[in-house]
């Protein structure tokens, strides 16, 4: 087929639904609705070899509204659909578009109405009353036409991502900003109390008891106290805006030197394995601020293990390229030193990762919830970036990307 020919339809009609199976890697799903075989069978052949952003286009079909419902509602996310106008109904297209946009509340995917009867449906009314992203006559789209429709569609339905994503970016920082604001007079307050506690609880601590219960109790309130203090002090360095000095530094030299407080930060059931790289790029970061974040990853990776398990800590160079910057929102391309940390603990599910890194948000018992959002701070304030890939009774890795400082100290 010449990208100049046009499209061609028979008059065959099949009712039995298939699609392609969903695809692990990276890809644009597209979901074609029509009762006519041929256009399932044509819209595949000349999208088959065609990659948006290094992304290839799997095609869904369904041969009427209904399928193409049971499809929306399985785990595969649509980038964009071609939707034919009369299939089971006269306006079986228009009114799964109305339930896409209205009660499955979908306003990602990219809604493409496709008739072979344009005046069952004109297009002036059509593009007035229904949130489409554009309407075709199925003799207009020729070979060229689907793919730059595609293309339009694909590229739009990424903007839209990316730009919700950046949106949500915000919305997290506005609301870390007022918690922080929140907290710091938290801290102030707190402190002064915790202040006149101890000052009181070592006096008494100098002072010799006949009874070992009562010297008990005051051990007991000093070591209270003290949890308290520590608690403030991670509330302070999650509030204040002033961070330590950064100097350009090896984190394989900071790691290395951690391997004392990492082993008692640990359990027997719970080795750390190093694998660092010899010949590691410099990264411009806050040492006591790189040493908490490993810290904080490390004591989590710990307490996720129930029995005999491990933890890595792993170091490379690395570049990230604008295909990943493309599919993570927020990442900058570019030559970064990935430190990978995971654990074979009992995982983190889907909707716990989308909270993880908010401020007093924890799935422990005792945790103040401020140990990740510390990393997610961190990464932040060193101008790097952070992923998390984990799931239920699966490894967790976290990924953080230090980027390179080229000059030398």
């Known amino acids: 087929m010449r990208d100049d020919e046009f499209i061609t339809f028979s008059d065959n009609k099949e009712n039995s639904s298939t699609s392609l199976p969903y695809e692990a890697s990276p890809c644009w799903n597209m979901l074609v609705v029509d009762d006519d075989k041929a256009v399932h069978d044509v819209t595949r052949l000349v999208l088959k070899n065609a990659t948006v952003f290094n992304r290839n286009i799997v095609i869904h079909s369904a041969y009427s509204a209904h399928e193409a419902k049971e499809l929306l509602f399985s785990n595969v996310t649509f980038a964009f659909a071609l939707i034919d106008v009369v299939m089971e109904t006269d306006t079986a297209g228009l009114s799964l578009i109305k339930w896409i946009r209205d009660e499955k509340r979908d306003t990602n995917i990219r ?13 002036q009314d059509i593009i007035s009353h229904y949130d489409i992203h554009d309407y075709k006559e199925k003799n207009e789209l020729t070979a060229k036409k689907l793919f730059t429709l595609s293309y339009s569609c694909l590229r739009t339905y990424n903007d839209i991502i990316k730009a919700k994503e950046m949106q949500t970016m915000l919305r997290h920082s506005v609301k870390m900003e007022a918690i922080g604001q929140l907290a710091s007079g938290i801290v102030h307050d707190f402190n002064n109390i915790l202040g006149v506690i101890l000052g009181n609880v070592e006096l008494l601590q100098q002072t010799p008891f006949d ?135 009992k995982g983190i599910s889907t909707k716990d990762k989308k909270l993880l890194f908010d401020p007093f948000f924890t799935t422990k018992k005792t945790g103040t919830g401020l140990g990740l959002a510390m990393v997610f701070d961190f990464i932040n304030r060193s101008l790097g970036y952070i992923t998390v890939n984990s799931e239920i009774e699966l490894d967790t890795t976290f990924n953080l990307y230090l980027p390179r400082n080229h000059k030398r100290e």
């Not at 496709?114 to 297009?123: D, K, M, N, V, W």
């Not at 002090?233 to 330590?244: C, E, H, V």
């Not at 974040?293 to 490379?316: D, F, H, P, Q, V």
């Open 211 to 345: 009874n070992e219960k009562q010297t008990r109790r005051v051990n007991s309130i000093h070591k209270a106290a003290m949890m308290g203090k520590n608690t403030t002090d991670k509330l302070r360095s999650f509030t204040t805006n002033k961070s330590a000095q950064k100097k350009s530094v090896n984190i394989n030299d900071l790691i290395k030197s951690m391997d004392t407080i990492i082993d008692h930060s640990t359990t027997r059931n719970s080795p750390v394995n190093y694998d660092l790289d010899n010949n590691l790029w410099l990264t411009n970061i806050a040492s006591n601020d790189f040493e908490a974040a490993l810290l904080n990853l490390i004591i989590n990776a710990n307490e996720a293990i129930i029995e005999n398990g491990y933890i890595s800590i792993k170091t490379r160079n690395c570049i990230l390229t604008e295909e990943f910057c493309l599919e993570n929102s927020g990442a900058i391309s570019g030559e970064y030193i990935l430190l990978t940390v995971r654990d074979n603990g």
């Open 111 to 123: 809604l493409v109405l496709r008739t072979g009867q344009p005046g069952e449906a004109p297009e």
